[in-house]
């Protein structure tokens, strides 16, 4: 995910920036060809002329653009300007073929004397992503038209990923979801919401459906420059007849964003990322990625990952803060029954993992070592039963066995009554580790943890040798030492004498 995340707001924030000036000039003049488009133009290609389509059609688009005072798009040849064929058809909704071979081309653009705008429907320039460009030979029109595809995609990855809506959810956004509070300095986006009932399925800031981040906030600002109609996934390509007729009202499916995204995959490995140094979105050992992955696969991240950087400065434990401030941290999103299940999953994989750790030997220490090894001894001992229900999910949590919570340098065999960390009001079914303190009864150390130990001490020596600093500090840091050394001398002389055994023959 991470990978493909990266590329996503690359495109997002570069590559769509770069393209955005000449994609708006093309999706007006589209927009223009389709509504002044003759009968003609209209009818079944197998019923008419292509010939006559493609004359009618363009006189009528050229005489359109007369009177909306807009220019024919162009090329420019060393100090030769000339009309951009490619662009007019793609813009004007032409038969490329016919336009440049029929002479009632250059009859009707002479006829009409129109400006010509060099570069309106291509793009040229390209932005660098650290010190590379992305590109360096320039887009056009008919190429552009793909493009804006992946960029779509590149939007719905990072709106759908970061928001962690549904898929159809995400679909159905509109122009103008996202408002900003400025007295909470949050970000919200609203939508039409799945799976609730009465107002709060109405699409309205007063429900303040999802606050979401900066990232996703742009992406919705690059879909609402590329998109004609209020819905920022329609339905259709990008160009064709009908998006232009239905794309008001009928949004994207799933099953052809999930396309969509394969295709996104291939054309980033092969042409972006290359170009960029960025390393390439590797194949899913899972299987095709599919849109309803991505709530899962946040979910996991935020569970297993928190302090992991996912846009900037942005973290998941920071992400999943923000999100559950609003409607995706409600009982309607469903989006909190996904962090659940994903905890429960976890707890259980790392009872597992510490059970085979400890019948090979790893050795703990500390006030709650005794507890610890209960713990994990009662554990290993669960049948297990069929989870079908959140309720079932939220009482294997609360099973104190499973309350063995691994932090960086230390274990907490959790208990509230005795936690170092919390305030006796305090009603935390975690550990607060801000407010750690090694001394805890709730403490074990583990193998693993004093090996973390030892690179933590190794680091603050380190750092007494070769920083400058303040006393208050460096007493601190001296402090902090001492206690450390302490821990691990104690888990050392702690560890089991292993007693040689004798041989028959010595008896």
Same mark, same amino acid.
């Given at each position: ?221 690059? #879909?609402?420059? *590329? &998109?004609?109609?209020?819905? /920022?996934?329609? =339905? ?8 232009? %007729? ?89 989006? #909190?029954?996904? *962090? &659940?299940?994903?905890?429960? /999953?976890?707890? =259980? ?8 750790? %400890? ?149």
């Amino acid at each position: 995910m991470e990978p493909l995340l990266s590329a996503a707001l690359a495109v997002t924030h570069t590559v769509a920036t770069d393209l955005l000036p000449a994609a708006r000039n093309l999706l007006a003049m589209r927009y223009l060809a389709h509504q002044i488009a003759p009968d003609i133009r209209r009818a079944p290609t197998r019923t008419v002329s292509v010939f006559e389509t493609t004359k009618a059609q363009l006189e009528c688009l050229l005489a359109a653009l007369g009177r909306n005072d807009a220019s024919l798009p162009g090329n420019r040849t060393g100090d030769t300007t000339s009309v951009d064929l490619m662009g007019l058809a793609v813009g004007g909704w032409l038969h490329h073929t016919e336009l440049k071979r029929m002479k009632e081309t250059s009859v009707l653009i002479a006829k009409y004397r129109l400006p010509i705008d060099v570069d309106m429907l291509r793009a040229t320039t390209f932005s660098a992503i650290d010190t590379h460009c992305w590109r360096e030979a320039p887009v056009g029109a008919d190429e552009l038209v793909e493009l804006i595809r992946h960029v779509t995609t590149a939007c719905f990855l990072v709106i759908a990923y970061l928001s962690g809506v549904r898929t159809g959810e995400a679909l159905n956004l509109r122009r103008g979801c996202i408002s900003r509070d400025s007295k909470l300095a949050l970000t919200l986006m609203s939508g039409h919401q799945l799976k609730a009932e009465g107002q709060r399925r109405d699409r309205s800031p007063v429900t303040i459906p999802w606050v979401v981040t900066d990232e996703t906030a742009h992406a919705v600002s690059v #879909l609402e420059q *590329i &998109t004609v109609s209020d819905l /920022l996934f329609p =339905a259709f390509n990008l160009c064709s007849q009908q998006r232009f %007729l239905f794309g008001a009202t009928r949004t994207r499916t799933p099953g052809s964003i999930n396309a969509d995204i394969t295709s996104f995959i291939e054309w980033f490995n092969r042409e972006v990322g290359p170009a960029l140094s960025h390393p390439l979105i590797g194949a899913d050992p899972h299987g095709t990625i599919q849109v309803p992955r991505l709530r899962r696969t946040l979910a996991w991240h935020i569970v297993r990952r928190p302090g992991g950087t996912i846009a900037g400065a942005t973290q998941y434990g920071h992400l999943h803060t923000q999100m559950i401030q609003g409607y995706a941290g409600g009982a309607d999103s469903g989006f #909190l029954d996904d *962090i &659940t299940f994903e905890q429960f /999953l976890h707890r =259980a994989e790392t009872i597992h993992d510490d059970h085979h750790r %400890l019948e090979r030997g790893e050795h703990v220490s500390g006030p709650a070592a005794d507890e610890y090894r209960a713990r994990i001894a009662r554990a290993s001992t669960f049948a297990g039963v069929t989870v079908t229900t959140k309720a079932q999910i939220n009482t294997a949590l609360s099973n104190p066995d499973l309350q063995i919570h691994h932090g960086a340098v230390v274990t907490c065999v959790f208990r509230r009554a005795t936690a170092a960390c919390l305030e006796p009001a305090d009603s935390s079914a975690e550990p607060l580790w801000s407010q750690c303190r090694l001394g805890c009864v709730n403490a074990a150390r583990t193998d693993r943890d004093a090996t973390s130990l030892r690179e933590h001490v190794t680091a603050l020596q380190r750092d007494l040798a070769t920083l400058e600093l303040p006393e208050p500090l460096r007493q601190r840091i001296q402090t902090r030492l001492i206690e450390h050394r302490k821990a691990l001398a104690e888990h050392e002389s702690s560890r089991p004498t292993t007693i040689p055994q004798q041989d028959e023959d010595d008896e």
